[in-house]
């Protein structure tokens, strides 16, 4: 059972996490929410946006304001999963060849994932274990990754030509997914002063440890959610499946598939981050209402007609959310 | 109030609430149901007992059936879960209300339970603004109650079916007549008195008695006049006109007078026997001399025994007129004559006028005698428009209400010249006209208003022939 103390210590450092990099991130507040909650959920975030947008920056900002260990890979066509987890590689020492792991990228606390889609599926298949299980397996053995571990993946939402789509395996994984938009004048206009000037930007020295983020993580499971919000958000999920009887008209007639069950556990896992960022001790509807389209939109697969009618899910759920009362 | 006294307030307050919504929809469809009978019995051919189930029923069953509504509802677990987060809007308490219920249950000891409770104190004691008695409901047992009270008060206040309720209770009273034995109570059973039990043991009569009783319902049922009483009781002119009547002891007697008087054998087997059956209905003078008669050895004895039989037959003390006429019937199957009928008519009508002049035939004196004549009167009176000339006839001796369990006697007010009031002596609700004023013979059926009667009840074909048939059976053919 978590105290009142370890509470305040961990949502002391969470804010000075999120103060540090707010110091190099300009606008951005809900990218750097959803990494924030990625980070106390023990998910993954998966973030849209055209490049030169600040996506990097974020990830390698958040890993030095907590000290940890920053990895990224860029991923192309070409790339090959050993390229990502490693592989073992022959040695020789003392006169004796033996096999010797060799650690990919894989193996940091960050991970940056940039341009997830650019690579072939087999590759981005490759961090399925590790995104989900915190495990590595290569050959016969199985590596375990270093906790906090999160992978923070993006993707160009423009240059589609020569991509590969994401598996729904694979986006199911990923605990939210963020858009990062593009900054409005006075973002942009701080942005360049920021990298123009003086020494540049540099990345915000650590404020938080490992420890204070896996704390953090227990008071975040210990935060109360009412059952009348459970079986809310149960409602809200169902209502995104076109064969629900909730389901609003818009998706009964633009959904293939509606969210999974790790929506649902994706949506109040990150509303009680969201209260515990917010400093509240439980889960308010607003909380539910902040998390749902992150936690939901990667997971709701459109069909012929959505696609081709170009159907934002963004909208769809939003349809959702004022079609399912709250009592 | 704490936190835990709060909501088991709140519980308490939901299955109140819960058993209210439930007794509320049990007290309204029973209660609708009622309100719907009590609209639709008038309107429909039923007896008063239906009417008066109806109101108790009303009376009784939507309220039970909301108590048992409210112990139903108040067993149902209350959604506590979503009355809390419904408190938690109405009070903009972020949910805290219910995330306390639920630290409560899981862990009642730790700092959050603490601190969502000191946050949610100061606000609990409004909470009761946030679970108000739902419209619904309020509306389900008003609404019901309306019900309820509609069917009682239509029940107690509309008139029975097609507005005559006199008709429908005469029908009513006859009905009960025939099924119980209270024989001072109505007119049916003060001339019944003239005979005593032994009409009632009477095989031939009881089946006279249902015969008419279905004749009777099938008028009721007709929304036409019934006659007033049962079979036996009815009017004496409905008993001349009957179709199925056998030809009357004196007929028999004046029949076996004549052949005894030509050819002097002994008395034929069918004979003794309608002899026999006439005995079975017959006064006990009148009973002791058919037995003479069948007891005669001789040629001699019979005639004597057959002129003491005329004599105690013609005898007034012998029985009641009425009785006299009725329990003489003999079934056998000989046709009755118009010559017959019209005999015993005007045997009935020179008893009438006799009556209306002042005197009372000695066999009636006392209550009976009045109840009778006032069951002579009874047919025919809502006939008005039949035929209106003519004085009212003998309506001082009836001008006091009638005492209670016995009909209300209708006089009629029309006489047909010097015959007298010859509608008396009609079937009641027989649709006839009158052919030429004063003649009380040239009444016969009236076919358009027959056709009219079976148009307005809208009777299958079937019921329409059976009708039209009846109709001209009982007028033997049309006059």
Redesign the interface.
């Known amino acids: 059972?978590?105290?009142?103390r370890d509470?305040e210590a961990a949502y002391g450092a969470f804010t000075r996490l999120r103060e540090a990099v707010e110091t190099v991130i300009v606008g951005h507040e809900s990218v750097v929410r959803a990494a924030l909650i990625a980070l106390l959920c023990r998910g993954n975030v998966l973030l849209e946006g055209v490049p030169g947008l600040g996506k990097t920056l974020l990830v390698r900002a958040l890993a030095g304001a907590l000290g940890l260990e920053f990895s990224r890979i860029q991923f192309t066509p070409d790339l090959m999963p050993a390229d990502i987890i490693g592989t073992d590689i022959i040695t020789e020492e003392d006169g004796h060849r033996r096999f010797v792991f060799s650690r990919g990228p894989v193996f940091a606390n960050v991970v940056l994932a940039d341009e997830i889609n650019r690579a072939t599926p087999k590759t981005q298949s490759a961090l399925l274990e590790a995104m989900e299980e915190r495990t590595v397996t290569v050959g016969a053995h199985t590596y375990a990754l270093d906790e906090p571990y999160v992978v923070l993946a993006t993707q160009n939402p423009i240059e589609m030509e020569g991509t590969y789509p994401l598996p729904e395996a694979q986006v199911d994984r990923f605990l939210l997914k963020a858009t990062v938009a593009f900054p409005n004048l006075e973002e942009l206009v701080d942005i360049a002063t920021r990298t123009t000037e003086g020494g540049g930007i540099r990345l915000p020295e650590p404020v938080a440890s490992a420890e204070d983020v896996l704390r953090a993580r227990d008071v975040v499971r210990?935060?109360?959610?009412?059952?009348?919000?459970r079986?809310?958000v149960g409602r809200l999920v169902l209502a995104t499946h076109p064969g629900s009887a909730h389901a609003p008209a818009k998706i009964r007639e633009f959904v293939e598939y509606g969210a999974s069950p790790r929506g649902a556990i994706a949506a109040i896992l990150a509303a009680k981050a969201h209260a515990f960022l917010a400093g509240?001790?439980?889960?308010?509807?607003?909380d539910i209402e902040a998390v749902f389209v992150p936690a939901l939109a990667h997971r709701i697969i459109l069909n012929f007609r959505g696609e081709a009618e170009g159907i934002r899910v963004g909208e769809l759920l939003s349809d959702v959310w004022e079609n399912v009362p709250?009592? | 109030m704490t936190y835990r006294e709060t909501v088991a307030a709140i519980e308490r307050r939901l299955r109140r609430l819960a058993a209210a919504t439930t007794a509320g929809v049990a007290l309204l469809v029973p209660a609708a149901a009622a309100a719907v009978a009590a609209v639709a019995v008038p309107l429909s051919v039923v007896s008063p007992t239906a009417r008066l189930v109806v109101g108790l029923a009303a009376l009784v069953v939507p309220p039970v059936a909301g108590v048992l509504g409210f112990a139903a509802g108040s067993r149902r677990t209350p959604r506590l879960a979503q009355a809390l987060l419904q408190i938690d809007a109405s009070l903009e308490l972020d949910a805290r209300l219910s995330s306390l219920h639920e630290v409560a249950k899981t862990a009642p000891d730790s700092f959050i339970f603490r601190r969502l409770e000191a946050d949610v104190s100061p606000h609990l004691d409004r909470w009761r603004k946030a679970l108000p008695v739902p419209a619904r409901t309020v509306a389900a047992l008003v609404a019901g109650a309306a019900c309820v009270a509609l069917a009682v008060v239509l029940s107690a206040v509309l008139p029975p079916p097609h507005a005559t309720s006199g008709r429908m209770d005469r029908v009513s009273t006859a009905e009960e007549v025939r099924g119980t034995d209270r024989p001072d109570e109505t007119i049916d059973s003060s001339v019944d008195g003239g005979i005593g039990d032994e009409r009632s043991s009477s095989a031939s009569a009881d089946e006279a008695t249902e015969t008419d009783g279905r004749l009777d319902h099938v008028l009721a049922d007709l929304g036409l006049e019934a006659a007033p009483g049962d079979g036996n009781a009815r009017a004496p002119g409905a008993v001349e006109l009957g179709v199925n009547d056998g030809p009357t002891l004196d007929e028999l007697v004046a029949s076996l007078r004549d052949r005894l008087g030509t050819d002097g054998t002994d008395l034929t087997v069918e004979e003794q026997s309608a002899l026999r059956e006439a005995s079975t209905d017959a006064p006990a003078p009148v009973r002791q001399a058919i037995e003479d008669v069948l007891a005669a050895s001789s040629d001699a004895e019979r005639r004597d025994a057959l002129d003491a039989l005329v004599t105690s037959v013609e005898t007034p003390e012998a029985a009641p007129q009425e009785e006299t006429v009725a329990s003489s019937r003999v079934t056998t199957e000989q046709e009755p004559d118009d010559e017959t009928a019209t005999i015993a008519g005007e045997q009935l009508l020179a008893g009438l006028e006799e009556e209306s002049a002042g005197g009372i035939p000695p066999a009636l004196e006392g209550d009976a005698a009045e109840d009778a004549t006032r069951e002579a009167r009874a047919p025919g009176a809502e006939d008005a428009e039949a035929g209106d000339e003519g004085p009212p006839v003998a309506a001082e001796e009836d001008a006091g209400a009638p005492a209670p369990g016995s009909y209300a006697l209708e006089r009629t007010p029309t006489a047909i010249g010097d015959e007298g009031d010859v509608k008396s002596y009609l079937t009641t609700g027989v649709p006839l006209e009158f052919a030429e004023e004063g003649r009380a013979a040239a009444a016969r059926v009236s076919y358009e208003r027959i056709e009219s009667i079976v148009a307005s009840r809208e009777l299958s074909p079937e019921a329409a022939q059976i009708v039209r048939t009846y109709f001209e059976a009982i007028t033997e053919g049309g006059s």
């Open positions: 059972m978590i105290t009142e509470l210990e935060i109360p959610i009412a059952e009348g919000l079986d809310y509240e001790v439980n889960v308010r509807p607003s709250a009592l």
